[in-house]
């Protein structure tokens, strides 16, 4: 089965606070890819990052980096110092044959 | 650069009323996407051209929906004969390339009432 497991429905911090999305996927294919996307409340979705399956470095952007363990099937998120923009809704997806997302993780950062 | 864009915005139809939605994809992007995102889910694939090929369409939940992008730019999605079930934020994206492994980007969706 192709799957992607978004434990966290919802998180709460305070501003300046570090954050932690976890994702785990599954998947039988040996090459695909890795997405993190942001839904704000405007609802468009915003791309943040592909990765391939080939490519276990760490990524970081910024005030986000991204860690991807293929040992344990997982593309966990992390925010650094968060800031009352960076609540939203964070999707993990896989692209296996067709994307396929997880059910979102709802950020909410408080002053 | 212009993004990916969606009409209407938003839009009620009385079940059993046929609707189109539009998407105008980002100028020069190869592939268009389409997804039915529920409330407090994630979005869920519909259907995916390549140009003007609908190469794959197996996330169409009935045959009541269909899908065209016929001269390779502009898309539309059709459902008839609406149901209360097809309430829901219907996205379009597109990605520069052929091929599923590119990032694609989302328009801003359009939410579909069925009343």
């Known amino acids: 089965a192709q799957k992607v497991t978004q434990a966290q429905t919802e998180i709460s911090v305070v501003e300046k606070e570090d954050v932690t999305l976890d994702c785990v996927y599954e998947t039988r294919d040996t090459t695909y890819y890795l997405f993190w996307y942001k839904q704000p409340p405007s609802g468009e979705l915003v791309f943040l990052i592909r990765r391939n399956s080939f490519d276990e470095q760490n990524e970081i952007s910024g005030r986000y980096s991204w860690n991807f363990q293929k040992s344990t099937s997982s593309f966990n998120f992390t925010i650094t110092a968060s800031q009352v923009v960076d609540s939203a809704v964070y999707f993990c997806a896989l692209m296996a044959g067709k994307l396929i997302f997880g059910q979102g993780t709802e950020l909410s950062v408080k002053p | ?115």
């Not at chain 2, 939605?21 to 409330?39: E, M, N, T």
């Not at chain 2, 994206?93 to 009343?115: D, N």
């Open chain 2, 1 to 115: 650069g212009a993004g990916v864009s969606q009409s209407p915005r938003y839009k009620v139809a009385k079940r059993g009323q046929d609707v189109a939605l539009r998407c105008d994809p980002i100028s020069g992007h190869v592939s268009l996407f389409w997804y039915q995102q529920a409330l407090g889910q994630g979005p869920e694939f519909l259907t995916y051209f390549q140009n003007e090929a609908q190469l794959d369409k197996s996330g169409l939940p009935s045959d009541r929906f269909f899908a065209e992008r016929p001269e390779g730019s502009v898309s539309t999605l059709k459902i008839q004969r609406t149901q209360q079930e097809d309430s829901a934020v219907y996205l379009c994206a597109s990605s520069p390339r052929g091929g599923r492994g590119y990032e694609q980007y989302f328009g801003p969706g359009t939410r579909l009432t069925v009343t």
